[in-house]
């Protein structure tokens, strides 16, 4: 069975604190990896794809990397805005498009 | 990217009756999907939509409960029947565009009393 875990639930940073979040996957055949934002009472804001080991895209305070078994969102200097649920999501070659979530890390930066 | 319009936007419903969610995008798409998000939780597929054939349910879903239609390829809704308490989440949809994106609408927030 195709699994996501992210890590921490949870996170509080101070503007300007960078971090990072983590995401692991377990899954039978990585067709890509989803991150994803999502504010209270919205959908979720696409951020990036990544597809192999190596593989790195960034957006603005933002930067995604990718391995064998895990992905880090790092988040430079935060700001306040940057506030919100990351979700993670893998989508495999025998899904059909389909996504497998994670169930997301909370971040508050507080100013 | 695609644009996403899901109505209505929230929803307070009896026991018993049902809803029934729109998903108009703004361009042709082969696959839609619908998704589930319970509070506090991430989000669980129920669906697939694909133009022209029945959906495909997800385990523990059911087309009884979770009836969907896919007219044309902007177009799907989705119907939760005889609702529940247990019902009450947020109802999303999305699509995708190829491989390298997926765009979800806002989202329906249905409560259930």
């Known amino acids: 069975e195709d699994q996501v875990t992210q890590s921490p639930e949870a996170l509080r940073l101070q503007e300007g604190e960078s971090s990072s979040l983590n995401c692991s996957y377990t899954?039978?055949?990585?067709?890509?990896l989803f991150w994803y934002r999502q504010d209270p009472g919205k959908g979720p804001e696409f951020l990036f794809t990544?597809?192999?080991a190596g593989e790195e895209k960034e957006k603005e305070r933002l930067k995604a990397t990718l391995t064998k078994k895990e992905s880090f969102l790092h988040i430079t200097a935060p700001k306040p805005e940057d506030s919100a649920t990351y979700l993670c999501a893998v989508q495999t070659f025998t899904g059909f498009q389909k996504l497998v979530f994670g169930t997301g890390t909370r971040l508050l930066v507080s100013p | 990217s695609a644009v996403i319009s899901q109505k209505p936007s929230r929803d307070i419903c009896q026991r018993g009756t049902s809803l029934t969610i729109q998903c108009q995008v703004d361009?042709?798409?082969?696959?839609m999907f619908w998704y589930r998000q319970q509070p506090g939780q991430s989000l669980t597929l129920i669906a697939t939509?694909?133009?022209?054939?029945?959906?495909?349910?997800e385990s523990g879903f059911v087309i009884d409960k979770f009836p969907i239609s896919r007219p044309n390829l902007t177009f799907s809704t989705l119907t939760v029947s005889n609702l529940s308490p247990e019902d009450s989440s947020i109802y999303l949809c999305s699509v995708g565009t190829g491989d390298t994106e997926a765009f979800f609408g806002q989202g329906t927030r249905l409560t259930v009393v």
């Open positions: 939509a694909n133009q022209g054939s029945e959906a495909t349910y």
């Open positions: 899954v039978s055949g990585l067709r890509g």
């Open positions: 361009s042709q798409v082969t696959m």
């Open positions: 990544l597809y192999s």
